[in-house]
Each structure stands twice: as C-alpha cells, then as structure tokens.
C-alpha cells in the first residue's frame, strides 16, 4: 500500500516493499531492547537488516566483492527480486511507485505546506483534501470503493478497474 506521511520512526527499505525480517537467529540480535528484556523483546533489528541493491545472492551488493566481515545482521536468501536493481524500471515495483510519488510530490503545489481536510468516506475508507486541487483515497477494508469524480489519475498503489480502488489500495488524484 502507498504510505502515508507519519511519525518520525521509518521502516528501512520500505521504499523497496522489504518484509520485516521475523527470522533472525537470536545469536545476531543486536538490538538493545533484547537485552534489557531478558531476550522476551526481539526489538527492532528484523527492520534494521542491509538493504539489498544487486545481485542474486547475500550481500546483494551491501558490501564489497572482497568484504572480509558479514554485514551486521544476515539478509534473507530470498531477497534478489527486491533488490534496487531488480526493481529498477519495473513498472509494478514498490521502488518505481516510491520514485513517482516523489516527482508527482515536487510538482504538486498541494503536497507542499497547507491545510489538510478529511473527507465524507465510507467505514474503511480515508479520504482526504489538500488545495490546491487533490486528493488521497486509501481503501483499508475488505471491499472495493467507486472514487469521486475527480479530473486525473496522480497515482495508484495498485491496478484500477473502471475508477475503482481494490482493498488495501490507494490512489493520488487530481480534482
């Protein structure tokens, strides 16, 4: 789903669509807080592991061909098609979605300071307005949702059929 600006916490590699890494060996924990909790608290290192930008296999381009030391926390050996490479040019990756909505982002007027207002939705539904001129519609329910009328397609988490938005998909548009 396209993230909505939040707190001051983010994931690192969101941008790639990387999971939480939920396997880690307890022996490469190195998070503090599995210390101070007497290893009950895994902590934050499964959103802290390198980020993959090439390659088939760990590092996936993280470190140097002749690194003599591991990175700090182990990659998972499924990572390849979520490396930067991978998804560089691909239409449908998390990476080019990022990419869009940060040239889209410069050149709207409406995402720089201003008033944000939420708008009538549905249960399920978070709509909301900036002026000038758009709107962010996030389908977090089970069904689909017929958009407003609005002028253009910014951006979509996802494929539309026929100005609908699936669940867990979200769309930019201009108004």
């Given amino acids: 789903m396209l993230a909505l600006p939040g707190g001051a916490y983010v994931y690192q590699g969101e941008e790639l669509g990387l999971p939480e890494v939920e396997d880690l060996p307890e022996s490469a924990l190195q998070d503090p807080i599995w210390e101070r909790s007497g290893h009950t608290d895994r902590g934050r290192d499964g959103c802290r592991v390198p980020i993959p ?5 760990a590092p996936y381009g993280f470190s140097p061909d002749d690194a003599t030391a591991e990175p700090w926390l182990p990659q ?6 979520l490396s930067v490479e991978a998804q560089t040019g691909d ?3 998390m990476l080019e979605l990022y990419r869009t909505a940060l040239r889209i982002r410069r050149d ?4 720089g300071d201003g008033t944000m207002t939420w708008l009538e939705a549905p249960e399920g539904v978070l709509s909301f307005g900036r002026e000038p001129g758009f709107m962010c519609v996030v389908n977090l329910s089970a069904e689909p949702y017929e958009l407003p009328a609005h002028a253009r397609l910014l951006l979509a988490s996802g494929p539309l059929e026929d100005g609908v938005l699936g669940p867990d998909q979200a769309v930019w548009l201009a108004v």
């Fill in 76 to 81: 998972p050996g499924d990572w390849a098609g």
């Fill in 91 to 93: 239409p449908a990756a």
């Fill in 53 to 57: 930008w090439s390659g088939r296999a």
């Fill in 108 to 111: 709207q007027p409406a995402l």
